[in-house]
């Protein structure tokens, strides 16, 4: 563990919050209800938005989605390709005491902590809401540095600069998949099938957002399981 890293985790296991405050934080992480829940509706809301730019607003909207789905896809391929990173709360060797039981969720000890995809995800889909609405953006933004990304680095889930590199991975990721140059390659054809095809697109967009709060569990847990028996 580098000097940041040791410097942020040695300072968050040394907060005193009670068992009440450390249960709270352990929810807000746990629960999908403090992370999609909260950010995919605002998209929503930009997508319904009437006005000049709605066209381009609908664009951004689904260059935001695109760019979450491929913010989760780079996230797993890198842990998978790059050195494994033992969670903080997993080593043994740091010494630190978190606020998190590490026998339950024991899964944990098999998947690589660097990069985080939770911050790479959600700083993307963050980063789409900036771009349409700068205020509201902003609070957006802020919201996922302290009710996604803090509380992980607090109960052990990840290094900071795990969250660091998943944040700036996924701000990358959008920034570019939002350019005139990139998004004019796929958002108006998409758009232009949308319109054609509304009840299809309602049934997918809800099963995609969907599986966006969730972060693809369910299917990824079904993955795991099948991989067992072959």
């Known amino acids: 563990m580098n000097s940041l890293d040791t410097v942020i985790e040695t300072l968050l296991t040394n907060l005193s919050f009670g068992f009440l405050l450390n ?34 607003q609908r664009e951004i909207v689904i260059a935001t989605i695109v760019s979450g789905l491929l913010a989760l896809a780079t996230g797993r391929l890198l842990a998978d390709l790059l050195p494994f990173r033992v969670r903080p709360v997993y ?9 998190f039981d590490p026998q339950r969720d024991a899964v944990l000890t ?22 349409v609405w700068r205020r509201v953006g902003v609070l957006a933004l802020l919201y996922t540095v302290i009710f996604i990304c803090i509380p992980r680095a607090y109960l052990g889930y990840h290094h900071p600069t795990d969250l660091l590199a998943g944040a700036a991975i996924g701000i990358a990721i959008t ?14 054809q998409s758009l232009r099938w949308i319109e054609r095809y509304p009840g ?18 369910e299917l990824r847990k079904l993955a795991s399981s099948a991989s067992k028996f072959l």
């Open 175 to 188: 920034y570019v998949m939002t350019r005139d140059s990139v998004r004019a390659r796929y958002a108006p």
């Open 23 to 56: 249960h709270a934080i352990r929810a807000v992480t746990d629960l999908y209800t403090f992370k999609g829940l909260v950010l995919i509706p605002v998209l929503w809301w930009i997508w319904f938005q009437p006005g000049e730019r709605r066209e381009w």
């Open 110 to 131: 098999t998947w690589s902590s660097f990069p985080s995809d939770h911050a790479m995800l959600w700083m993307s889909v963050a980063t789409g809401i900036f771009i």
């Open 91 to 99: 080593d043994p060797n740091l010494n630190l005491h978190f606020a």
């Open 200 to 217: 299809q697109f309602s049934m997918l967009a809800f099963v995609l957002c969907l599986e966006l709060v969730t972060q693809f569990d």
